[in-house]
């Protein structure tokens, strides 16, 4: 009796532990890469130089600050040509042009306020049929795949778990996936936590289709 109580009480400790300490450690890891925008300072005005001591935080500050600004000047007329020549530039490097190429339409894709990826939390048969899981919609299936396809088709993303950032690409029959009535947060925690933090119920979900398959 004594031998449960003490593994009950120490697996409630884990579960307060594990997500602060795992928390804290991604933390640290993003805090250390931004604290490489330092570099981009002269020495004379480092915080270390300045105070004689390092200032959690300022790498953190300085590149959001770097992201803003950038922002702001490439969103004015001058700031645009810039961008354009500057890919311009880029795409005469070969190895360096396939790079940026791909990972700058997987941003625009991702990031743009007029794309619809990770905009969508579906339901999806998956890794056959009678078998669910959440994915999310990426958008339609283009290039020499829509030849092939006959009917309306959607191109998903399908996360593994507990780690999101891995998963598979498929196409489904539009008629074949239901849209969920939730946000990708929820998705995405309900994904992360293996089912076990479910997103509230709400009254009327809508859908993608009115009949799955």
Known sequence: ????????????GLLIWVPLAITAWVLSL?????????????????PHTLLGYDVPG??????????LVTGILAANFIGQRLVVWWE????????????????KQVS?????SS???????LLVQYPHAGSWTI??????????????????????????????????????KKSDVIELDMNVDEALKYIISMGVVAPPVRKKPASLSSKTH
């Open 1 to 12: 009796m004594r031998g449960q109580l003490i593994k009950r009480y120490f697996i409630t």
């Open 88 to 103: 311009k530039l880029l795409a005469r490097i070969p190895v360096v042009n396939s790079i940026y190429n791909s990972v």
């Open 30 to 46: 993003i805090a250390g890469v931004a604290d490489q925008s330092l570099l981009l300072l002269p020495t004379a005005v480092h």
């Open 115 to 121: 794309g619809n990826a990770f905009r969508k939390a």
């Open 135 to 172: 994915a999310f919609l990426t958008g339609t299936p283009g290039g020499d795949v829509r030849n092939h396809l006959d009917d309306e088709h959607v191109s998903v993303y399908v996360p593994t778990t507990p780690n999101p950032t891995s998963g598979f690409f498929l196409i489904f």
């Open 108 to 112: 625009d894709t991702l990031f743009s």
């Open 58 to 67: 300022i790498g953190i500050l300085l590149t959001v600050l770097i992201i």
